[in-house]
């Protein structure tokens, strides 16, 4: 079930933006030597820092939650028994289903405009809302 990927060089910094986020966030240098790296201004890696931090709490970490929850007794139930990679693909699965279903609000805006503007100074296009995850 996994998806081919272009490391493009928003995709690279939106990554690496989103994993310094679960190690503590950035400093000021460090967010300035990632625009520097990257090519982009200081502004649009701030903006897509919040935006990804707050997308995170309120939606993302919850997401999450649901998602293992929600596999886990679908694949328990009357006492199956599943291996690890059947789970992974499980879990992926409903982790799409959800965000799928998950409805625009001004949390997921702002993380597809943060997220748009690192890909302007880029001078790469937007990403077309069907390609959004």
């Known amino acids: 079930m996994g998806m081919s990927v272009e ?13 310094r986020i679960r190690s503590g966030g950035l400093s ?21 820092e919040r935006a990804r931090a707050i997308y995170n709490v309120e939606i993302a970490d919850k997401r999450w939650r649901q ?3 929600e596999t886990l ?3 328990t139930e009357g006492g199956k028994t599943f291996g690890l990679e059947k789970y992974s693909d499980e879990l ?5 289903r ?8 001004e949390i997921t805006r702002e993380l ?8 302007a100074e880029l001078g790469l296009p937007p990403v077309p809302p069907e390609d959004y995850s």
Not at 112 to 119: F, M, V
């Open 28 to 48: 000021a240098e460090e967010r300035r030597a990632l625009a520097e790296k990257f090519g982009v201004s200081e502004e649009v890696v701030l903006r897509y």
């Open 112 to 119: 597809r405009d943060a997220r748009d503007a690192i890909r």
């Open 7 to 19: 490391w493009t060089k928003d995709i690279l910094l939106i990554w690496e933006i989103g994993r």
């Open 73 to 75: 007794f679908r694949m």
């Open 98 to 105: 959800l965000r799928d279903a998950e409805p625009e609000n």
């Open 67 to 69: 998602a293992r929850r």
């Open 92 to 96: 992926e699965a409903t982790l799409e």
